[in-house]
């Protein structure tokens, strides 16, 4: 008996409505938080309620398509954000016209075409181009990733799970709805309360404490269900780190005159980052993991018992050779390749991000970015995401800005321009996933690639869009949006371009808060990136966050981890989704009234 249609019109369609929703919520919270979640399980049991209950039926092959569909982000919110964020904030970055807009038409919030246009098609072409070349790869290469036995891809099993029992029957799609009802209604009455003078969405107990002391409250379900959601272990450690921070560390810088004192929470936030948490921080965060990864390894290496029979299979030098034995095989691969990285090296030469050094320079790293690093990155990536179902960008850091700084650039363009013409590394894991599992969803290949295509090609413009309706409306670094995944980019790429990290961060501050964070991730049950992010977000975060967290310790202990896998994680995204939208249209509104 053949398989009904998986890539159908109606899949795409509704594909498409919820691949723009999520670009939207992972852009505000990439922004805001650093952080990004996905969205799978949300969109399986909505297809499945709508196709195969409402309208006559669906397939696994089809509920598949939608999520893959669904899931196929391509944001551009973290660059867009940091140029923005960037040419507001530091007077003395100088951004080229074809990465950003002049700094004054950034400032005046002007979106006149004649500035915006030419980065913005750079900025979306480059995307583009990097995203379909990695998808190239990636249909080169997962084959060979998805005969290993370690490449388990664990959240796309959940999600081939998922798939089976919904044919099953499950009350699912009700708590998504419910939840998301609730969330919508509570979050839209405290935000139609500002328009009669009446603020239900904070609460700033701060006018009224001793000098140093801070404690605000946002009022929000979506960042409780955040909290929910990020497990007990992170969102309690966010809670004690930012009540330690607020509440005791703060007090004592203040009185030894470390800090200067506000009682607008954030103003004081602003004074408390840039003088002290900001160097600790960022330590437990880049040296804290750096430490954890080389301790990890060491110990993994030390206990490996014997090599492992796919190994090889996994190794650089044979999927480069896997690689471009694949390309030379396939005409239609092997031209657009050759054209797209034609197309990025003579970019490279003619725009030179490595100004005032020679072109030369710009044309030898893009070559190495195209050929190498990409490669590594990918291999890395994709290894990590089906392994662990985890990935990081740090690899960047080695990969990239290492060997810019090396040359002696100091500057901004380069860092975030060059890393762009290559192929995309992220593509891999992303395809390789549902190749793995692709009899369990009813899909072939070409049902895979063509489904990322169709949710990429949206999400990159509404991201784009997104992010600059965010900045123009409400503005980066506000209590609405904090901007911390932004600051911290800056404060990270501030070290780089002007080669003075002592004039960003403390480096004693800085080295002591990655071993701080190395031990306690090692010796104690808190979270490192938890307690980092404690010292990172404004105070009004701290308390919604421990609220979830709270939650999310009592349900597993009072039923098992099972019930958030079953439930608690269906209620707190349908609730996250319709909070954080109807608080971003609403702020919105309430700027332009």
């Known amino acids: 008996m053949s398989r009904r249609k998986a890539f159908t019109v109606r899949a795409a369609l509704l594909g498409m409505i919820l691949v723009t929703l999520y670009v939207c919520i992972n852009g505000y919270l990439g922004i805001n938080f650093g952080w990004g979640f996905g969205f799978g399980t949300i969109s399986i049991i909505l297809g499945y309620a709508l196709f195969h209950k409402l309208f006559g039926g669906s397939s696994k092959g089809e509920i598949s398509t939608l999520m893959i569909i669904s899931s196929s982000m391509m944001g551009v919110h973290s660059l867009l954000g940091f140029l923005l964020y960037l040419s507001e904030s530091d007077p003395n970055a100088s951004l080229p ?28 072409l480059t995307q583009l181009a990097s995203t379909f070349l990695g998808l190239i790869f990636a249909l080169v290469l997962s084959s060979e990733f998805v005969k ?35 969330g919508l209604i509570v979050t839209f009455l405290q935000y139609l309360a500002l328009f009669f003078g009446i603020d239900l969405t904070t609460i700033d107990f701060t006018p009224f404490l001793p000098e140093g002391f801070v ?12 909290g929910y959601i990020m497990s007990s272990k992170v969102s309690l450690s966010v809670f004690a780190s930012g009540l330690i921070t607020y509440l005791v560390i703060s007090p004592i810088l203040v009185h030894l005159g470390v800090v200067e004192y506000s009682r607008d929470a954030m103003q004081f936030y602003n004074n408390l ?22 301790i990890f390894l060491l110990k993994s290496k030390l206990g490996k018992k014997e090599r492992k029979a796919d190994d090889e299979t996994l190794g650089y030098a044979y999927l480069f050779k896997t690689l471009w034995r694949g390309l030379l095989s396939n005409k239609l691969y092997l031209m657009l390749t050759l054209f797209i990285g034609v197309v990025f090296h003579v970019a490279a030469y003619v725009l030179n ?44 850091i080695l990969l990239y800005d290492l060997p810019i700084f090396s040359t002696g650039y100091r500057g901004y363009a380069a860092y975030w321009a060059l890393p762009m013409l290559r192929p995309s590394p992220w593509a891999t894991s992303g395809v390789a996933c549902y190749v793995k599992y692709k009899d369990q969803f009813e899909v072939d290949v070409k049902d895979i690639a063509k489904s990322k295509i169709v949710g990429w090609l949206p999400s990159i413009f509404v991201s784009m869009i997104f992010t600059i309706v965010l900045w123009k ?10 901007a911390i995944g932004l600051l911290q980019q800056k404060m ?31 010796l104690t049950p808190a979270s490192m990136i938890g307690v ?14 421990g609220v979830g967290g709270l939650i999310r310790f009592y349900t597993d202990k009072k039923f098992g981890s099972k019930y958030y896998d079953e439930r608690g994680r269906l209620i707190a995204t349908g609730i996250m989704v319709s909070s954080i939208i109807v608080q971003v249209v609403m702020a919105i509104v309430k700027s332009m009234l």
């Open 97 to 124: 016209f074809w990465l950003a807009p002049p700094r004054d038409v950034i400032l005046s919030k002007s979106l006149s075409l004649e500035f915006w246009l030419i980065p913005i098609s750079f900025i979306i």
């Open 148 to 182: 290993s036995k370690r490449m388990v891809f664990p959240y796309t099993a959940v999600s081939a799970s998922l798939v089976d029992s919904c044919f099953n029957g499950s009350g699912a799609a009700k708590l998504v709805a419910w939840s998301a009802v609730i």
């Open 215 to 226: 404690f605000a409250v946002a009022l929000s379900l979506g960042f409780m269900a955040i």
């Open 273 to 294: 980052m840039f003088n002290f948490t900001i160097s600790p921080a960022l330590g437990i965060m880049i040296l804290g993991g750096f430490g954890l990864s080389a």
């Open 353 to 396: 991000p490595l100004a005032p050094l020679p072109p030369i320079f710009s044309l030898i790293f893009t070559a190495y970015a195209f050929f190498v690093g990409s490669f590594i990155e990918l291999v890395i990536l994709t290894k990590m995401s089906g392994e662990t179902g985890m990935t990081m960008g740090t690899t960047s």
């Open 473 to 482: 409306y409400i503005g980066f670094g506000t209590p609405m949006m904090p």
């Open 492 to 522: 990270y790429y501030q070290m780089l371009a002007t080669g003075n990290i002592a004039g960003t961060v403390d480096p004693v501050l800085f080295v002591a808060g990655g071993i701080f964070g190395a031990i306690l991730e090692l």
């Open 532 to 545: 980092a992010m404690g010292m990172f977000l404004p105070p009004h975060y701290t308390i919604p966050f």
